[in-house]
């Protein structure tokens, strides 16, 4: 299958980026590693008059970390690179197992992980974890910079909040509070290297006596955008974690995910994953929050 | 290896003589080809499953610039085609349609434009004004009363049932009378995707001389080449079939197809040559596949477990042409009588039209569906009678002699041996009693053909010949019109006649499958028949070129008629005088000028005669799962896989070992994850995204060995290796399964939601 036409930009500079986009709003798609981007392409699932790739543009990749700041993923980090950072793994163990969970090594090497955020597909391997995380997405226009919380990031299916005249740059990912876990959880028709049926992401926070201080839950695959299990985290709150209160929010969360039947699962699958991923996720997580498991990716 | 047999370069894993070529991105395949002036094709297709073609509009087509070409039915010969040329009325298929399409992919008109972009810009513009009509998109829709007719122009006895085979040996009815356990099931089997790496690819030129030659990716130069000749109203020899390197075929290159004709007949048309290369989507939403099926399996057993009977009813869902099916039907009922003996055996098969894409020939040819009914029974029954699942196959295995009663006799068959190989291997008894709750241990075997009797095709020639031409410096130039498509037979060949006349493989050049050059005929790759047939016309040609090399080195010594003379290690010697030996060379060039000048030649050829309506030999083996099951998510994991098998000599055991692993890998797809999902005939699941293939990751690690047998109807003792071994996977695993969950799978695939569902959790 051949390409549509399209003309190609390859602005070197974020403001120059910026005045192409300001420039063809609306008549632009941009492209970072093209994993995604090229196969929509080909099938015309898009048909842009210019596709601009910011491969070029200089300071957009990079992973950093400071402990005021937390981790910075840069919008042309590799999901290869996310996946094999000793900052990443050392900081926040999950986005790595994320990214790992991602498509196949090869494409891990040419993908990023903003790509795979902001092509806003419900069963993003790397969105349930920075939701999970409460990451930003940094946003820049020509002149200004704003940080956008994920959790209003996601609109729909392949949209996203950014403005047409705006590219994302990065992502914060904050330091997590002294006695917090986060997991990953995947399922998929096949075993390995595979789209999510469903993925989860949690977060558990402890407190000294071993209740949950604070908890986020964040379900793909099962809603037009990821969604907040906000029934299991309102039930867990303040609740010690037990097999029974595990097994509860799984429940919760199950109810509060609207799947769909499609090629990949059924609806009644889904729930039921849903409520199966939930539980070891969050088992998972406070698990590490406790202390009482420690990551070996 | 049979000890008795000294081989040197049979029996020896020596690199494939494509390797290298294949290893640094050199090989031509169709689709590298680029001709002068060529252009590139591009089909219509139906958008829905069953209409009536109420008129073609190609104005706005052909007004695009670039495109030089558009053809529909219309513009071609109203002549039907099909593999099946004993049975005239089985060819049900036009190029492109003429008045009706039956299933959604079913290719309406063609276009030929300067460059790829104008040619699928030109297709959108072609305008076919369809009148839809009910469609049937299973066997139990197209044989319920007031069915839509799909060929309502080809009679049948039975609406939509377009062939149908029955076989009855024994007492059937006797035998369930006097059983004392019948288990009666029903199963359904799905369709999966050949998924050969290289999508199907042609490129057709027609020369001044009135020649057509065609580049095409095939199992079959020679079916291309009939067939070709018979729609486009042209002379065999007027046409010219070459294979390039082909990516894979698996069964879903075994026919002419509608770009080999379109390429072909617009190369004509306009004498330009004409590039045709499918998408995968194209080929994942309407290419042949492998025939779902709705099986009944009765069978009866005594209550010591030996086999009394079993009745077996099938309907294969052929989607809307005959295709393979026929053959399908056929071979159906003979593995369902496979692998033990069934005193009184009953089939009945039927090969039902759909309207969805054709199933065809895929690796296992009926093999795959009906062993996962039988090898689950076995492991059903062996349960109900308190057996092991290896006791109770021992008691009613074939062995070497054994008979099918007017169908075949068991040559060699190392079938008893494979399953108590496999048993050992994975210490089977003591390990099914220390299973932990989710893993599993199952059993699944196998038997297939080394090609197949019954001449389908009506072919005028021999199945296959070779020709060997011997020169002076020692080498041989080999020519046969056998398929290499990537299953390594044009090294196998090579093996095989290196062993014959003592030469190293290096010494033998090869040229295969090109109509005009190599001898005809040659059926093709499919049905594992090449090895063998193949094979022995090899070992027939080289026959002839050593009597006549014989004659020169027993006129030279001046040697007793009663010697015994033998080709080794580049010479030609009596087998009790090593030291009077004439180099093989030498030896070519004393017979050339003995014979003023003429070339040595030697031909041969090889037609199964008297070898029953099957095939001349089978294969047999045994294979153990051990699977670990996640009861919560219904996810199952591949731990290990255990084989052992027997395919006669390998003749290159490092080829057989990868036809083993790829069958393992298919198994393994066909088992768990790959289904076409369909709705009202349209296929859904049209790419590797959502056609969901077993990636490397997915491949578990296993063994296999070789059981020692030596077939005397094989070429030095070989016969069929790979494609049977798609047959126990799927039966093994689902026993695994079952017994690490209590969900018995009847019902391909195997996917975590149907175990969930199972398993009553959802």
């Not at chain 1, 299958?1 to 798609?29: D, N, V, W, Y």
């Not at chain 2, 992919?105 to 072609?126: F, H, Q, T, Y």
């Not at chain 2, 044989?143 to 939509?160: F, R």
């Not at chain 2, 009797?453 to 296959?464: A, C, L, S």
Request: glycine share 8%; hydrophobic share 40%.
């Amino acid at each position: 299958m051949t390409l549509p036409q399209f003309k190609f930009l390859m602005p070197t500079s974020l403001r120059e980026a910026c005045a192409l986009l300001e420039k063809h709003q609306g008549k632009i798609k941009i492209k970072a590693g093209g994993t995604d981007m090229i196969v929509r392409l080909s099938h015309r699932a898009v048909k842009p008059d210019f596709l601009m790739t910011v491969k070029k543009i200089p300071d957009l990749d990079g992973i950093n970390y400071s402990p005021k700041g937390g981790l910075t993923i840069g919008a042309l980090a590799l999901l290869r690179e996310v996946e094999t950072s000793p900052l990443v793994l050392e900081h926040a163990p999950m986005l790595a197992r994320a990214a790992r969970a991602t498509a196949t090594v090869q494409i891990r090497n040419m993908g990023t992980v903003m790509g795979n955020v902001c092509n806003a597909s419900p069963s993003a391997d790397n969105i349930p974890t920075l939701v999970a995380m409460n990451a930003r997405i940094v946003a820049a226009s020509g002149s200004d910079e704003r940080e956008i919380p994920i959790d209003e990031f996601f609109l729909g299916p392949g949209r996203s909040a950014l403005q047409a005249n705006e590219i994302a740059v990065a992502i914060k990912v904050p330091t997590l509070a002294a006695g917090s876990g986060v997991s990953y959880q995947k399922i998929s028709p096949r075993s390995k290297v595979d789209i999510a049926a469903v993925n989860i992401g949690a977060l558990v926070t402890l407190d000294e006596t071993g209740k949950c201080r604070a908890v986020r839950i964040s379900m793909g695959a099962v809603g037009p955008t990821p969604l907040r299990a906000t029934q299991a985290e309102e039930f867990l709150l303040g609740k010690e974690i037990t097999d029974a209160t595990l097994a509860e929010a799984g429940r919760l969360a199950a109810e509060d995910a609207s799947p769909i039947t499609d090629v990949r699962a059924s609806r009644e699958y889904r729930k039921l994953m849903v409520e199966v991923l939930t539980t070891r996720a969050l088992k998972e997580a406070a698990g590490f929050a406790s202390g009482q498991s420690s990551i070996a990716e | 290896m049979s000890t008795d047999h000294n081989f040197s370069v049979v029996g020896k894993s020596l690199p494939r003589s494509d390797a290298r070529i294949k290893a640094v991105g050199a090989a031509q395949y169709a689709d590298d080809i680029f001709l002068p002036g060529m252009l590139y094709g591009k089909l219509l297709r139906s958008p829905v499953a069953h209409a009536l073609i109420k008129s073609i509009d190609t104005s706005a087509a052909e007004a695009l610039p670039g495109v030089k070409c558009v053809i529909t039915g219309q513009d071609i010969p109203k002549i039907k085609y099909g593999n099946w040329r004993l049975v005239p009325e089985s060819q049900d298929e036009f190029a492109l349609a003429i008045d009706k399409v039956r299933f959604i992919g079913d290719e309406v008109a063609a276009v030929a434009a300067l460059d790829k972009d104008s040619a699928e810009e030109a297709i959108r513009l072609i305008k076919v004004e369809y009148e839809e009509l009910p469609g049937a998109y299973s066997v139990e829709e197209s044989l319920a009363d007031n069915a839509p007719v799909i060929h309502d122009e080809y009679k049948q006895d039975i609406p939509n049932i377009s062939l149908d085979r029955k076989i009855e040996y024994g007492n059937i009815d006797k035998a369930f009378a006097e059983a004392d356990l019948i288990l009666d099931d029903h199963f359904t089997v799905h369709a999966v995707s050949h998924a050969y790496m290289e999508p199907c690819s042609c490129v057709a030129e027609y020369d001044h001389d009135g020649r057509l030659t065609i580049w095409t990716s095939t199992q079959a130069p020679y079916f291309v080449q009939c067939l070709l000749a018979s729609t486009m109203e042209m002379r065999e020899n007027d046409i010219r079939v070459i294979k390039p390197f082909v990516g894979g075929g698996f069964g879903g290159k075994m026919e002419m197809r509608p770009w080999e004709f379109c390429a072909a007949f617009m190369a004509r048309k306009i004498g330009r040559p004409v590039k045709f290369t499918l998408t995968r989507e194209e080929e994942l939403a309407t290419g042949r596949r492998r025939h779902p099926m709705n099986i009944h399996s009765k069978i009866a057993f005594s209550k010591d477990g030996m086999i009394l009977g079993k009745e077996f009813i099938v309907h294969l869902d052929g989607g809307a042409y005959n295709s393979m099916g026929p053959t399908a039907c056929f071979l159906c009922g003979n593995f369902g009588a496979m692998l033990y003996n069934y005193p009184n055996y009953r089939y009945y098969g039927a090969h039902v039209y759909t309207n969805k894409p054709p199933a065809g020939a895929m690796r296992g040819f009926g093999a795959p569906q009906a062993l996962f009914v039988a090898e689950t029974q076995m492991n059903m029954a062996a349960e109900k009678l308190g057996l092991d699942p290896v006791d109770i196959r021992l008691m009613n295995a074939m062995e070497s002699g054994d008979e099918i009663p007017g169908v075949a006799t068991i040559s060699s068959c190392g079938f008893k041996e494979s399953l108590i190989k496999v048993a050992e291997m994975t210490n089977w008894r003591e390990k099914r009693k220390n299973l932990k709750p989710g893993q599993g241990l199952g059993l699944g075997c196998y038997s297939f053909i080394s090609g197949g009797v019954f001449n389908w095709f009506n072919t005028r020639y021999n199945f296959t010949r070779a020709e060997v031409r011997a020169f002076d410096d020692g080498t041989v130039h080999l020519m046969t019109m056998a398929s290499d498509i990537g299953q390594g037979s044009d090294t196998v060949l090579r093996q095989i006649l290196a062993e014959e006349l003592g030469l190293k493989i290096s010494d033998i050049r090869l040229t295969a499958a090109d109509t005009a050059v190599t001898p005809q005929a040659d059926l093709g790759t499919w049905g594992s028949r090449v090895t063998l047939m193949a094979g022995n016309a090899v070992r027939k040609a080289a026959q002839e070129i050593k009597e006549e090399l014989f004659k020169m080195v027993s006129l030279k010594f001046d040697l007793n008629v009663i010697h015994d003379m033998r080709c080794g290690n580049g010479n030609i010697y009596p087998a009790n005088r090593p030291d009077r030996a004439v180099s093989f060379g030498d030896a070519v060039k004393m017979a050339q000028r003995a014979n003023r000048g003429e070339p040595i030649i030697g031909y041969g050829s090889y037609t199964p005669r008297n070898k029953g309506l099957v095939t001349p030999a089978f294969s047999f083996g045994a294979q153990v799962a051990e699977c670990e099951v996640d009861q919560e998510t219904g996810a199952i994991e591949v731990k290990f896989m255990t084989t052992a098998h027997d395919c006669g000599t390998p003749i290159n055991p490092m080829s057989v070992e990868g036809q083993l692993e790829g069958s393992v890998h298919m198994g393994l797809g066909y088992a768990l994850s790959e289904q076409f999902i369909m709705k009202e005939g349209k296929t859904l699941t049209t790419t590797f995204l959502d056609y969901k293939i077993p990636c490397a990751e997915d491949m578990p690690p296993g063994v296999s060995v070789h059981v020692d047998t030596y077939e005397p109807d094989g070429p030095f003792g070989a016969k069929e290796a790979g494609e049977g071994l798609v047959s126990p996977t799927a039966p093994a695993i689902a026993d695994a399964v079952y017994n690490a969950t209590g969900f018995r799978c009847m019902d391909l695939p195997l996917t975590p939601q149907r175990l969930l569902a199972g398993m009553k959790k959802i």
